[in-house]
Every structure is written in structure tokens, then in C-alpha cells.
Nanobody, 124 residues
Framework: VQLQASGGGLVQAGGSLRLSCAAS????????MGWFRQAPGKEREFVAA????????YYADSVKGRFTISRDNAKSKVHLQMNSLKPEDTAVYYC??????????????????WGQGTLVTVSS
């Protein structure tokens, strides 16, 4: 499956952004989807994940209550709505796909397919 992330940009602290990831090439509903991010000089970290139907969502503690992951299987897209953004949310955000995560999909090693990343910059 090919993944294309979009929606990044520059936003002030407290603002909102909505990231999207468009999938192609395979049956999208067969894939468990995740969002990860990587800040300069830091390792890639888990942000959120969503199961095949969208009935189950999982979040890192750092974004819980501020970010919402969702998917539209008819359009082969997954979204990440980011509210109340903080400067520490600044990173390149990646979408990723796997058929079968080991648990809630919080490890990058569980994912086989990755998008190219979209940069989110939050100014203070």
C-alpha cells in the first residue's frame, strides 16, 4: 500500500491542524493505521492508531484529549485532527500501515508501510 501524508504547516500555539493520509494500491480497510512523529534530534514516537473499522483508537499520553484519529474507508484516508497544539508537537508526522499489529500498534516496528511525512511547526 502507498501512503501520502498531507496537511502539515506552521501554526501558533493553541491552534489546530488536520493531517490526512491517502492510501492507494491495496484494500484500505485491511490495514490498521497509525501516526508517528519525529522531532529534530529525537527518535520517532507513537502518536495515535486506529483499527481496521475505526471502532478502536489509541493515543500517546502526550496527545490524549487534544488529538483525534479517524478514518474513512470509503475514501481510503486516515486523519489526525490536532487541537490545542503546543511547541513540543513540532515534528515531521508520518502515517503508517500494518495488517496485524501485535497490540495497539504503538511500536514503529509493527508497521510495514510508511508515508513520506508532513512537517508540523508550532510557534510559541
Amino acid at each position: 500500500v502507498q501512503l501520502q501524508a498531507s496537511g502539515g504547516g506552521l501554526v501558533q500555539a493553541g491552534g489546530s491542524l488536520r493531517l490526512s493520509c491517502a492510501a492507494s494500491g491495496r484494500t484500505f480497510s485491511n490495514y490498521f493505521m497509525g501516526w508517528f512523529r519525529q522531532a529534530p534530534g529525537k527518535e520517532r514516537e507513537f502518536v495515535a492508531a486506529i483499527n481496521w473499522s475505526g471502532s478502536g483508537t489509541y493515543y500517546a499520553d502526550s496527545v490524549k484529549g487534544r488529538f483525534t484519529i479517524s478514518r474513512d474507508n470509503a475514501k481510503s484516508k486516515v486523519h489526525l485532527q490536532m487541537n490545542s497544539l503546543k511547541p513540543e508537537d513540532t515534528a515531521v508526522y508520518y502515517c503508517a500501515a500494518t495488517r496485524y499489529p501485535r497490540d495497539v500498534g504503538s511500536s514503529s516496528q509493527e508497521y510495514n508501510y510508511w508515508g513520506q511525512g508532513t512537517l508540523v511547526t508550532v510557534s510559541s
